[in-house]
Each structure stands twice: as structure tokens, then as C-alpha cells.
């Protein structure tokens, strides 16, 4: 089974930038779609973005024009690039890869402060 862990999360000012880095110990290929997901707190987990083996994308409407997610094969790693970022970006996120079934990363702390 391949794993994923997440990194790059941290504190940052409204209108400021991370990069987000999910390292799978296995080739991201393995997953016909791998995803980024949020949860802040009291809420429920949501779809940010998402990329297919294809390399097809799709965002959320709250991030479209402001996050991008992209890839690495030979790193076996998935970024999201969150540029103009806003207090309401503030959540976990949690890089998720699925070949019949969804694998999960511990998560990354993201705080937007206004």
C-alpha cells in the first residue's frame, strides 16, 4: 500500500503563499486520481482539487484562479501551489490518492491570518 505524507502547511498573512508537498512512498501513478482536501473546524471535508493520471484538473470554486495542483512523477509527489490566500483557507489539508479505494495523508496545518 502506498502512503502518503504531507508537508509545506504553516502560518501565513492574507494574500500570502504555500506550497503544499504530498510524497507517496510508491509511484503516484498507482492512483488513477489524487486530490486535495480541506477541513476546518466544525465542518465538514471538502474537495480543493484534484488531478487524474490523465492530468486532468479540477478545483473547487472558492480556489479556482488562486490554487494550483500539480505533479512531480519522478519525486512520486503532488503539490498544490495557494497563492492569495484568505482567512477562510484556514483548515487541514489532507493530500488523498484512490485506486479502488481512497488513501489518506496525516494532514497539514494551514492558518490564514487576517
Known amino acids: 500500500q502506498v502512503q502518503l505524507v504531507e508537508s509545506g502547511g504553516g502560518l501565513v498573512q492574507a494574500g500570502g503563499s504555500l506550497r503544499l508537498s504530498c510524497a507517496a512512498s510508491?509511484?503516484?501513478?498507482?492512483?488513477?486520481?489524487m486530490g486535495w482536501h480541506r477541513q476546518a473546524p466544525g465542518k465538514q471535508r471538502e474537495l480543493v482539487a484534484a488531478?487524474?493520471?490523465?492530468?486532468?484538473?479540477n478545483y473547487a470554486d472558492s480556489v479556482k484562479g488562486r490554487f494550483t495542483i500539480s505533479r512531480d512523477p519522478a519525486k512520486n509527489t503532488v503539490y498544490l501551489q495557494m497563492n492569495s490566500l484568505k482567512p477562510e483557507d484556514t483548515a487541514v489539508y489532507y493530500c488523498?490518492?484512490?485506486?479502488?479505494?481512497?488513501?489518506w495523508g496525516q494532514g497539514t496545518q494551514v492558518t490564514v491570518s487576517s
Open positions: 488531478i487524474t493520471s490523465g492530468g486532468n484538473t
Open positions: 510508491g509511484s503516484i501513478f498507482s492512483f488513477t486520481n
Open positions: 488523498r490518492g484512490t485506486r479502488f479505494r481512497d488513501s
